[in-house]
């Protein structure tokens, strides 16, 4: 189904089940199908929401980089919950969904049962340096995406032996990927790329968090590692799970350790 949020965009959203909420947020440069081997086994057990962010996937793309802060994603969130009719809801963010995940429950502590954080960050993410993200943007907006991506890929920022491996054993991943990048808006690359940035280190913030919550990251996910022991650590009563041969999307590199990860942490939550 497509929702429209604020300022007229409309999101592309894929429901699935029934009970209690749960929402999978993706990532930069992500897309809802980024969960879609797992939809329909958590649909077992809840109504499983996954949207494509604005600028992403089937979404709409408004062309002013500007309409991509990390707090609009947040807001374009709760207003997925609020059209279908949720009021409270567990939520997953992935890597920049994560950042979104963590403004949501510090704006709407009450709306959040539980909270699933995975290789993401509470701040820029380590190691990044905010002026070539600057750059970046500056290319994308004034030359495009194809002038960009091979810059990207010879950064190879992601590309951890478990991602290589999913690369060269699943067939298929290396269109999948390709499609996410060719669906994605210019402006939300430029505008989220900067906007994560600059963003202020807010872990501090995350004591004042009270719902139950899981922080998962592959452990060869580097950048992500240490920020997220550093997480488990302030947030009360948080527990950390690092999922074995997996990198920045276990999801994909390493599925069974990382749904049970997540199906024994919601069965706690509900019991």
């Known amino acids: 189904m497509r929702i429209t949020v604020d300022e007229g965009v409309a999101l592309e959203v894929d429901v699935r089940g029934d009970g209690p909420g749960l929402f999978l947020v993706h990532g930069f440069g992500g897309a809802k199908e980024d969960f879609g081997d797992h939809l329909d086994t958590l649909a077992e057990g809840y109504r499983v929401v996954a949207f494509d962010h604005r600028g992403h996937g089937a979404s709409d793309g408004p062309d002013d980089p500007d ?14 919950a609020d059209a279908l009719g949720l009021d409270t809801f567990r939520l997953l963010g992935h890597s920049m969904g994560g950042m979104v995940a963590q403004r949501v429950v510090l704006a709407h502590a009450a709306r959040v049962d539980a909270l699933v954080l995975m290789d993401t960050a509470p701040g820029p993410v380590p190691g990044i340096d905010p002026e ?12 495009g995406k ?20 999913l690369l060269a054993e699943r067939e298929g991943f290396q269109e999948f990927e390709d499609s996410k ?3 994605l808006a210019a402006a939300m690359w430029a505008g989220a790329a900067r906007d994560m940035a600059h963003q202020e280190d807010r872990l501090a913030d995350l004591a004042a968090i009270r719902c139950p919550t899981l922080v998962i990251v592959g452990e060869q ?51």
Request: glycine letters at 2%.
């Open 67 to 80: 309409r991509y802060t990390l707090d609009r994603l947040a807001d374009d969130t709760i207003a997925v």
């Open 132 to 143: 070539l993200m600057d750059a970046a943007a500056k290319i994308i907006l004034e030359d």
């Open 146 to 165: 194809d002038a960009l991506k091979p810059l990207l890929d010879a950064a190879a920022t992601l590309d951890t032996p478990a991602h290589l491996r």
């Open 181 to 183: 990048w060719d669906a």
């Open 221 to 271: 996910d580097r950048p992500f590692v240490e920020v997220s022991r550093a997480m488990a650590a302030t947030i009360p009563g948080a527990t950390l799970a690092v999922i074995p041969d997996a990198g920045h999307s276990p999801q994909f590199e390493n599925p069974e350790p990382w749904l049970r990860a997540l199906t024994e942490f919601l069965a706690r939550v509900d019991a």
